[in-house]
């Protein structure tokens, strides 16, 4: 069954804190592993696909890494408006819906 | 331009009543989803419609659950006798022919019922 996993379910951070966000997947054949960005009351906003292992994105204090089974979400310097929850989800290779399947989101809480 | 939309925002029930969800996605995206986003879990796919081609309803968790896409735009969500546990926020998104990997989401609909 394709499966994703998130940790930690919730982070506190300090502003400029440094931290990193684990998605672990199995999947029957990767498509491609997303990363979104939920705030509170909206739909999830699209941050980066990755995929093949070795691959990396970058947007602002965001980084983005893809392994075989993991992909972290780096947050560098991370300010206040990095708030949100952060979910990401894959796309099995054979499926003709190209449907997205979800983790369940890393709330993330960065301090001033 | 404009991105997807939903309606209602809010929609609080009693149990056994129906209800409908709508959802207007982005001018010429042909594809369509269904999600469902229950409080501290991931999304869950619903359903999945491409132009005129069969829907995909594999995730429709039961035969309550329907839903329909008129003129291949507007797709309206039916959830008939509501039951406690279908309180969720459901997403719609869409994506084009073209582009599989992009799929914009609505703010989606806050359902409770009570």
């Known amino acids: 069954e394709d499966q994703v996993t998130q940790s930690p379910e919730a982070l506190r951070l300090q502003e400029g804190e440094s931290s990193s966000l684990n998605c672990s997947y199995t999947v029957s054949g990767l498509r491609g592993l997303f990363w979104y960005r939920q705030d509170p009351g909206k739909g999830p906003e699209f941050l980066f696909t990755l995929y093949s292992a070795g691959e990396e994105k970058e947007k602002e204090r965001l980084k983005a890494t893809l392994t075989k089974k993991e992909s972290f979400l780096h947050i560098t310097a991370p300010k206040p408006e990095d708030s949100a929850t952060y979910l990401c989800a894959v796309q099995a290779a054979m499926d003709s819906s190209y449907k997205l399947i979800f983790g369940s989101g890393t709330r993330l809480l960065v301090r001033p | 331009g404009a991105g997807v939309s939903q309606s209602p925002s809010n929609k609080v029930t009693e149990k056994g009543k129906d209800v409908e969800l709508r959802c207007d996605p982005i001018?010429?995206?042909?594809?369509l989803y269904w999600y469902r986003q229950s409080l501290g879990q991931g999304l869950e796919f619903l359903i999945y419609f491409q132009g005129n081609s069969a829907p995909d309803k594999s995730g429709l968790p039961s035969d309550r659950f329907s839903a329909e896409r008129t003129g291949g735009s507007v797709s309206t969500l039916t959830i008939q006798r509501t039951q406690q546990e279908d309180s969720a926020v459901y997403l719609c998104a869409s994506r084009s022919l073209d582009r599989v990997n992009e799929q914009f989401f609505g703010p989606g609909t806050r359902l409770t019922v009570l």
């Open positions: 001018s010429g995206h042909t594809a």
